[in-house]
């Protein structure tokens, strides 16, 4: 066993355990579906890493076939330019120097854009999926923004508006356990994105879904160090 990288299936297998204990502690509930969803989104991401770290080799064949065609035309081009007959002319050298350079960086620039073009169709691939797990951190954290401590200390002075919820201090402190470890889970999918792969636009991205769970979690928990609060006070 490794413990020098993110095991992918563990990942997967912890996100569906989670799962089942929501489903059974609270059937029915919309925190289930999205922790639903969010084994989905680990099951895509272990494809995706595992698609990110392998080489295209049919990206990799076309690039090196324009390379090797755009030598020899570049060549072409310049045996192709006829200087005048006797005396050059500083200027008409100045000119055609200038003209070759040109061509020069032009074929740079070429052959860097196809040289990285393997890295940005993997860069691409990797932030659409980590803006989906930024999106379902959000997701995560609205639905305990209303679960509160206070509101099962005085259930009894709730409005018409207020939200509809009878848990005990035991259930709501395992329902917002529950939201912290699916954040976790959130930031571990997002590293498990990019763990093979070396680019640091990606990698600045997973890490700020890293910051941004852990930012969420560090909430919660002041939820529920109050819930025991008020729970040994006997509120």
């Known amino acids: ?27 029915g509930a919309g925190l289930g579906q999205v922790c639903q969803h969010l084994l989905t989104v680990g099951e895509h991401a272990r494809r995706r890493s595992d698609w990110i770290a392998r080489p295209v080799w049919w990206l990799r064949a076309v690039i ?26 500083l200027v008409d050298f100045a000119q055609f120097l200038e003209s070759g350079i040109n061509d020069l960086i032009f074929l740079g620039a070429g052959i860097f854009f196809l040289v990285t073009a393997e890295r940005r169709i993997k860069r691409r691939r990797a932030l ?19 679960k509160n401590p206070e509101r099962v200390q005085h259930r009894d002075k709730a409005t018409a508006s207020s939200p509809r919820y009878q848990m005990s201090y035991f259930e709501l402190g395992r329902y917002l356990d529950y939201c912290t470890e699916m954040l976790s889970l959130t930031g571990k999918i ?37 819930l025991h609060s008020l729970e040994e006070s006997g509120g």
């Open 190 to 226: 997002a590293a498990l994105l990019v763990q093979r792969f070396d680019d640091p636009v990606a990698l600045e991205a997973a890490s700020d879904v890293e910051n941004l769970t852990t930012g969420l979690s560090r909430k919660i928990w002041q939820k529920i160090l109050s």
């Open 64 to 89: 090196a076939m324009l390379m090797l065609a755009a030598v020899p035309a570049m060549g072409v081009s310049l045996l192709a330019v006829k200087l005048p007959n006797g005396r050059i002319e």
């Open 128 to 146: 659409k999926a980590i803006d989906e797990l930024r999106a379902l951190a959000h997701i995560i954290d609205m639905h305990q923004l209303s």
């Open 1 to 27: 066993m490794s413990y020098e990288r993110l095991d992918p299936h563990r990942v997967v297998e912890t996100i569906r355990k989670l799962s089942q204990r929501i489903q059974e502690r609270f059937p």
